[in-house]
């Protein structure tokens, strides 16, 4: 019985069939099968989209660790006698027992011990030079670096740059070593694959995968330029690199974002960009050479821009002049750098990484933005160097009124010989002190506080009250919202905007 019941439906199927191609569901049934066809299509090109991810980062992980090595540094710590001994307090009981049994026979300093460090880096040249974190080899007496082999060798110290915190070594082999290459970290894109290879926790050769989470990441230096991973960093790994798929470095692993010292997935590798031209001054001169300027900057807000009369809130705003390039070509204190060398500048990060990487003894065309137009410099470059960032001092004397008066809640009275003494600043600085800063005013927003000396009001030069009040009187003539005032707080100059409305 059951059987018949399943066959009757099959012979009457064909007529069925006729039926509903002359009905309405015979179109819906083709729409159907289209969609299918549609899908079925999709379903097929989803592996062609995801053939960018890896099934395994073995063979990568096989290409490049031979030129990835461990390094191993040795530093010798003098030991400290008082460190040694016991500290009892005066009186004790025991006093006179340890002072005898430690000073018998004379006063024996205790032997230097060795502190060790580990780092990791990675070979650049058959010849055997070696990329590294300036922090894993810093002070150092002895650096030895170990291959992915097992092969060990002694490592010298070419040079240094604590401004990207990147050393260069070299050892002598009596074989070609194998090597990476650098590669174009700028065409790094967020999402791609990286891989990160190294000596975390001094367990030797490790490798993790991850993706670029972000660029240009800033930590604390005025180059950086950091990739952002996700790749699996900890201590061990400094100095060692971050590669792209194609096995070229792309950056060197430096830091870590941890609240307990461990891996949670943000680390930071110092961009190919910024290594690579690193690396070329060292390896050439032994030294990092660096564009330079000769000027301080800030950014420029948007209440600054009001201030000036720019159009847009853009660029890097010089906050002083000092004796060189800068200077030598016009530059003035409250000019606002647009362009340098043919580009547009962005703002101070921007500027400076730029300037850096120009090359030194370069001329190079600047505009700059001065009394509401635009002007066209041209700057010879000079060489970087800290000990001569030291601003220059101007020859007017200031005073010696003590008037204290009050403007936009400021309590301000002109610098006078003895508070300039009293304050530490240079023999040429001249301007009015702030006493005191009005609770919720504008001028406490923006950070004035009392100490600070306000040197110029709308660019110009203010040595009185009067002066200052004169500023004030034109911006508001000028249908501005807000007075520009040079501010000195600590010694370092900036450009506030503080609101006159």
């Given at each position: 019985m059951t059987h018949h019941q399943a066959s009757a439906p099959r012979a009457q199927a064909p007529r069925a069939i006729a039926l509903a191609r002359t009905a309405p569901g015979w179109i819906a049934l083709r729409w159907l099968n289209f969609l299918g066809l549609v899908l079925l299509v999709a379903a097929m090109a989803l592996p062609l989209q995801a053939q960018d991810r890896p099934v395994s980062f073995a063979d990568l992980a096989d290409q490049v660790s031979p030129a990835v090595v461990n390094i191993t540094t040795s530093t010798t710590v003098a030991a400290n006698l008082d460190q040694t001994m016991p500290q009892l307090p005066e009186g004790a009981p025991f006093e006179d027992f340890f002072n005898d049994f430690f000073n018998r026979n004379g006063r024996q300093q205790p032997r230097p011990r060795q502190s060790q460090a580990l780092g990791s880096g990675f070979v650049i040249s058959a010849d055997g030079f070696i990329v590294t974190n300036n922090h894993v080899i810093e002070g150092a007496d002895e650096i030895e670096v170990e291959f992915f082999d097992g092969t060990r060798l002694d490592a010298e110290l070419v040079g240094t740059d604590t401004a990207t915190d990147i050393?260069?070594?070299?050892?002598e082999s009596d074989h070609e070593l194998p090597f990476v290459n650098f590669g174009d970290s700028a065409a790094a894109?967020?999402?791609?694959?990286?891989?990160?290879?190294?000596?975390?926790?001094?367990?030797?050769?490790?490798?993790?995968?991850?993706?670029?989470?972000?660029?240009?990441?800033?930590?604390?230096?005025?180059?950086?330029?950091?990739?952002?991973?996700?790749?699996?960093?900890?201590?061990?790994?400094?100095?060692?690199?971050?590669?792209?798929?194609?096995?070229?470095?792309i950056g060197v692993n430096t830091a870590i974002l941890s609240p307990n010292g461990g891996s949670i997935g943000i680390g930071f590798a110092m961009s190919s960009h910024v290594v690579e031209r690193v690396v070329f001054q060292l390896r050439e001169y032994g030294e990092p050479r660096r564009g330079w300027l000769g000027v301080r900057i800030q950014d420029v807000t948007a209440d600054v821009a009001e201030a000036l009369s720019l159009p847009a809130a853009r660029g890097a705003l010089v906050t002083e002049v000092m004796d060189g390039p800068s200077r030598a070509a016009g530059v003035e204190s409250g000019d606002v750098i647009l362009s340098f060398d043919g580009s547009e500048v962005a703002d101070t990060r921007d500027l400076v990484r730029r300037v850096a990487d120009a090359g030194v003894g370069r001329e190079v065309d600047v505009t700059v933005f001065r009394d509401g137009q635009e002007e066209q410099l041209k700057i010879t470059l000079a060489q970087r160097d800290e000990e001569r960032l030291t601003p220059a001092s101007g020859s007017s004397q200031a005073p010696d009124a003590v008037e204290p008066s009050t403007i936009l809640g400021l309590d301000v009275a002109p610098l006078t010989e003895q508070m300039r003494t009293d304050m530490g600043l240079e023999p040429g600085i001249n301007g009015l002190v702030v006493r005191g800063v009005e609770q919720g005013s504008d001028a406490e927003a923006k950070g004035?506080?009392?100490?600070?000396v306000i040197t110029e009001a709308g660019q110009q030069p203010v040595t009185s009250v009067a002066d200052l009040q004169?500023?004030?009187?034109?911006?508001?003539?000028?249908?501005?919202?807000?007075?520009?005032?040079?501010?000195?707080?600590?010694?370092?100059?900036?450009?506030?905007?503080?609101?006159?409305?």
């Amino acid at each position: 019985m059951t059987h018949h019941q399943a066959s009757a439906p099959r012979a009457q199927a064909p007529r069925a069939i006729a039926l509903a191609r002359t009905a309405p569901g015979w179109i819906a049934l083709r729409w159907l099968n289209f969609l299918g066809l549609v899908l079925l299509v999709a379903a097929m090109a989803l592996p062609l989209q995801a053939q960018d991810r890896p099934v395994s980062f073995a063979d990568l992980a096989d290409q490049v660790s031979p030129a990835v090595v461990n390094i191993t540094t040795s530093t010798t710590v003098a030991a400290n006698l008082d460190q040694t001994m016991p500290q009892l307090p005066e009186g004790a009981p025991f006093e006179d027992f340890f002072n005898d049994f430690f000073n018998r026979n004379g006063r024996q300093q205790p032997r230097p011990r060795q502190s060790q460090a580990l780092g990791s880096g990675f070979v650049i040249s058959a010849d055997g030079f070696i990329v590294t974190n300036n922090h894993v080899i810093e002070g150092a007496d002895e650096i030895e670096v170990e291959f992915f082999d097992g092969t060990r060798l002694d490592a010298e110290l070419v040079g240094t740059d604590t401004a990207t915190d990147i050393a260069l070594l070299k050892v002598e082999s009596d074989h070609e070593l194998p090597f990476v290459n650098f590669g174009d970290s700028a065409a790094a894109r967020v999402g791609d694959w990286v891989l990160a290879v190294g000596n975390p926790l001094g367990q030797g050769f490790s490798v993790s995968a991850g993706i670029v989470s972000a660029r240009g990441r800033a930590l604390q230096g005025n180059y950086d330029d950091f990739i952002q991973t996700d790749a699996a960093i900890n201590r061990g790994n400094s100095g060692g690199p971050l590669f792209n798929m194609g096995g070229e470095v792309i950056g060197v692993n430096t830091a870590i974002l941890s609240p307990n010292g461990g891996s949670i997935g943000i680390g930071f590798a110092m961009s190919s960009h910024v290594v690579e031209r690193v690396v070329f001054q060292l390896r050439e001169y032994g030294e990092p050479r660096r564009g330079w300027l000769g000027v301080r900057i800030q950014d420029v807000t948007a209440d600054v821009a009001e201030a000036l009369s720019l159009p847009a809130a853009r660029g890097a705003l010089v906050t002083e002049v000092m004796d060189g390039p800068s200077r030598a070509a016009g530059v003035e204190s409250g000019d606002v750098i647009l362009s340098f060398d043919g580009s547009e500048v962005a703002d101070t990060r921007d500027l400076v990484r730029r300037v850096a990487d120009a090359g030194v003894g370069r001329e190079v065309d600047v505009t700059v933005f001065r009394d509401g137009q635009e002007e066209q410099l041209k700057i010879t470059l000079a060489q970087r160097d800290e000990e001569r960032l030291t601003p220059a001092s101007g020859s007017s004397q200031a005073p010696d009124a003590v008037e204290p008066s009050t403007i936009l809640g400021l309590d301000v009275a002109p610098l006078t010989e003895q508070m300039r003494t009293d304050m530490g600043l240079e023999p040429g600085i001249n301007g009015l002190v702030v006493r005191g800063v009005e609770q919720g005013s504008d001028a406490e927003a923006k950070g004035l506080r009392a100490g600070d000396v306000i040197t110029e009001a709308g660019q110009q030069p203010v040595t009185s009250v009067a002066d200052l009040q004169t500023a004030l009187d034109g911006a508001r003539d000028a249908g501005r919202r807000t007075l520009l005032l040079m501010v000195r707080s600590g010694g370092d100059p900036r450009f506030v905007a503080v609101s006159i409305e």
